[in-house]
């Protein structure tokens, strides 16, 4: 039998960061989903490089489809707009997700609350790059 030798007294429990401020954000992984109604959806994880006790946050971002409304539509292509602009992402083509690993941007933060999560980063609105 064998015993792990790690010392976790410093250990900091991860949390959400004070709402209604700006932070520069990174993408630590993206991935290319489908909801319970068979909609495809973009879903970003980020991490805040200058707090190393924040907790991960992810953002839901819907894709387009033809069935969508013209109102439905236009909000889904802005919230994408948004995300690509800010994070430099070309998306004139084909987006290659893991390449999008690692940009930064910046974004004015929300906190919500969940019973299962507690106290969760949203993101408000990006900002941009700097």
């Known amino acids: 039998m ?15 960061v004070s709402g209604d401020e700006e932070y520069e954000i ?15 959806f973009l879903f970003p994880r980020f991490d805040i490089p ?3 006790t924040a907790k991960e946050f992810t953002k839901y971002l819907g894709l387009p489809t033809d069935e969508m ?9 802005w919230g994408l707009k948004s995300f690509f602009d800010a994070f430099e ?3 004139s083509g ?3 997700l893991e390449e999008c690993i690692g940009l930064t941007a910046w974004a004015i933060l929300g906190v919500s609350e ?14 941009g790059s700097k």
Do not use: C, H, W
């Open 26 to 40: 990174r993408i630590v992984g993206i991935e290319q989903r489908t909801n319970k109604n068979g909609g495809a």
């Open 50 to 52: 200058s707090e190393p």
């Open 2 to 16: 064998s015993f792990l030798d790690v010392d976790t007294s410093g250990a900091v429990e991860p949390k959400a």
């Open 114 to 127: 969940s019973e299962e999560y507690g106290e969760q980063n949203f993101v408000k609105r990006f900002v």
């Open 89 to 91: 992402i070309d998306s």
């Open 94 to 96: 084909q987006i290659d």
């Open 69 to 77: 409304e013209e109102k439905q539509r236009n909000n889904t292509l």
